[in-house]
């Protein structure tokens, strides 16, 4: 994972990409813990659970000085109605190009309905502030991930 990291740190965290705000580079959050998770699709169960359960958690994560970030290959404009109608209080960085899921290497495979067809596996990085990788989480399943991960930043 050395070079991953490497790769990630020095070329994409400070690449802005388009969030339902302001662009978002995340070499601007260093100060801070980094909670970064992929998601597969806005507006879906699993992703809409999973962002809410972030959501209500945020006071907790901003106690222990992290900042929470939410991504996915969705649009700008897909991220607006989702983060509206959640009401939720991180930004979501719009990937359409994949430039960062594959950087994460979160680009996978996926069988859905039958069909064999390259999506997001829900993936989660927590760093430190000085942007290296402390943990990471694949083929994450939503129920009490969110708790798991906040549990994992108070132990680091």
């Known amino acids: ?3 991953m990291i490497e790769k990630v740190t020095t070329e994409i965290l400070s690449t802005p990409y388009e969030t339902q705000g302001e662009p978002l580079e995340l070499d601007s959050l260093k100060e801070k813990y980094i909670v970064l998770f992929f ?23 901003a106690e222990l000085d992290c900042a929470v970030v939410g991504a996915s290959r969705d649009s700008k404009n897909s991220h607006i109605k989702f983060s509206n109608k959640f009401e939720l209080n991180f930004p979501l960085l719009s990937d359409p190009e994949e430039t960062l899921c594959r950087a994460f290497d979160v680009i996978k495979e996926k069988k859905m309905f039958g069909k064999v067809g390259m999506g ?35 132990s680091l």
């Not at 998601?39 to 006071?59: A, H, I, M, R, W």
């Not at 990085?125 to 549990?151: C, Q």
């Open 1 to 3: 994972m050395g070079n």
């Open 39 to 61: 998601y597969p699709k806005d507006n879906t169960p699993g992703c809409s659970n999973e962002v809410q359960d972030f959501n209500k958690l945020l006071s907790q994560f």
């Open 120 to 154: 997001i596996e829900r993936s989660t990085f927590i760093f430190d502030k000085s942007g290296t990788i402390l943990h990471e989480w694949r083929k994450v399943k939503v129920p009490g991930h969110a708790e798991e991960v906040l549990e994992t930043l108070k």
